[in-house]
């Protein structure tokens, strides 16, 4: 398989050489087109990393009490 920059539109779901689409709609670059084929995939696995990781679950930490101050300091902040 041809190595370089490849990436994942999110256009068009198909995999991409640089010259693609532009960067704002597309995930990359990958080492490999097969890499850049499941970016998807990965980038699920990475939130679901991050989402379970408890030194960034800051609500676990917040009391009740917390997130009402927060919110009476500042409404959009929910």
């Not at 920059?5 to 097969?34: F, I, K, M, N, Q």
């Not at 991050?50 to 300091?73: G, H, L, M, T, V």
């Amino acid at each position: 398989m041809a190595q370089g920059e490849w990436y994942y539109c999110l256009d068009h779901h198909a995999v991409e050489p640089y010259e693609g689409c532009r960067s704002a709609t597309r995930l990359g670059p990958y080492a490999t087109a097969a890499d850049a084929a499941n970016a998807l995939a990965r980038a699920q696995e990475r939130n679901e990393d991050w989402e379970n990781d408890p030194r960034f679950n800051d609500d676990a930490d917040e009391s009740a009490q917390d997130r009402e101050d927060r919110a009476d300091r500042n409404p959009l902040a929910g």
